[in-house]
């Protein structure tokens, strides 16, 4: 039930989140001048337009909901399927989901506590709020997900556009001064540029999430592919025009001392409607959480029907026709990692590991070009691309790790690798006693969701 229109929004939307309005200062720190620091935020735009194609294709050829699972697992067989979602379900899904509604909860609270930082308390609560709401929205339809999800991308396009208007207007009357010599004092080599990357392409992620709901898209052959082509363009469009007007009333200096910069923009620059910015971010916010659950929702129910997971998590309610059980879990895994105190460090790895697994996607598509002639390809893009994406995927995956190595990372890998275990005693084994434990718990959850496996509701 999901058109053109509706695919665009839901890949614009769930990239535009907090990203762009709150730590564009990021990239700036590792380059450290406005030149390189816009350079980068459209190469950025370049990667995940040329990373997208190649899912494009990928979805296209196996149009199965899931996003990478089916891909790894057409390419590669079951195991580097099913690490990819241990990954994910655990990991990276559930803590990009509880970030973003982090950041939607202190915007929110914080007109409420002028002069000072909200507690802890309240941003958590009402973090957790709003994960509980999201979930249940998709949970009761497909169509009201959507259609919320049209109205929030409508909503943050709103503030884009003031925040872009508002910087031409600048421009036009002179206020260029910061872009004088804009390469001067710039920090350039091979570590600085692939932190800067890490940093811009974390406010771009989330180009690939179109593919995890490809069953669910009307003419996938049509839409998927202009969805991609129109969507990801266009934020990257966006992108560069908020970080040049956010130049015009900030020197690197001061955006980098900004702790949300686009606030700092409207107090600027729209007083005394500056008001207007942290709501619009509220609903920016809360509208990539949308996307962000409407697609992983699918991810955990593709690995439910491919008994990865408990088999209850593929049933879809009768009464809704929504992976409700899916959704259900994938929430209260996001609000289990807003209790701890700080979730900092479990950025650093989630933009490690989810390069790890869109690298090895992108491989397989090369991979498949070689060993799966038969399928037919509606969309067959150059070859260089996937190898291009590949290559800096490695880059991406090896440079932290050379230019900046944390035990975060090496945590990320056991992690990683600890799915093997699990994979060995419950999916390849299926051991008796996992069953029966397994089993009651999938009748009373049936019984209590109302929710049957997929092919009762075909029948």
Known sequence: KVGLISGI???????????????????????????????????????????ALCFAELGTMITKSGGEYPYLMEAFGPIPAFLFSWTSLLVTKPSSFAI?????AEYASAPFYPGCDPPQVVIKCLAAAAIVVITIVNS??????????????????????????????????????????????????????????????????????????TEELKNPYRNLPLSIIIGIPLVAICYV???????????????????????????????????????????????????TCFTAGRLVYVAGREGHMLKVLSYI???RLTPA???????TIAIIYIIP?????????????VWI???????????????RKELRRPIKIPIIIPVIVTLVSILLVLAPIISAPELAYLYCILFILSGLIVYVLFVHSKFNWAQKISKPITMHLQMLLEVVPEEEVIE
């Open 241 to 291: 025009l908020i970080n040049i007007s956010y130049f015009t009333v900030m020197t690197s200096t001061e955006l980098l001392q900004s702790q949300a910069v686009a606030v700092t923009f409207g107090d600027r620059v729209l007083y005394p409607a500056s008001w207007i910015v942290p709501l619009f971010v509220v609903f920016s916010t809360i509208g990539s959480a949308n996307g």
């Open 357 to 371: 697994f869109y690298g090895l996607t992108v491989f397989a598509l090369i991979v498949m070009r070689f060993t």
């Open 317 to 319: 309610s009768v009464k």
């Open 140 to 213: 009761l339809s497909v169509k009201l997900g959507s259609y919320l999800q049209n109205f929030l991308t409508a909503a943050k396009m709103i503030i884009v556009a003031i925040i872009i208007v508002s910087g031409i207007v600048l421009l036009a009357q002179g206020k260029t001064e910061n872009f004088k010599d804009s390469f001067k004092d710039s920090k350039i080599s091979v570590s600085s540029i692939s932190l800067a990357f890490y940093n811009g392409l974390w406010a771009y992620d989330g180009w690939n999430q179109l593919n995890y709901i």
């Open 341 to 353: 105190g700080d979730i900092d460090t479990l950025i650093n790895y989630f933009s490690f590991a």
């Open 9 to 51: 929004c839901m890949i614009v939307g769930t990239i535009i989140g907090s990203g762009i309005f709150v730590s564009p200062k990021s990239v700036l720190a590792n380059v450290e001048a406005v030149g390189p620091c816009l350079t980068i935020w459209a190469a950025c735009g370049v990667l995940a337009t040329l990373g």
């Open 100 to 104: 973003i509604c982090l950041s939607f």
């Open 325 to 331: 059980p899916a959704l259900i879990f994938y929430g």
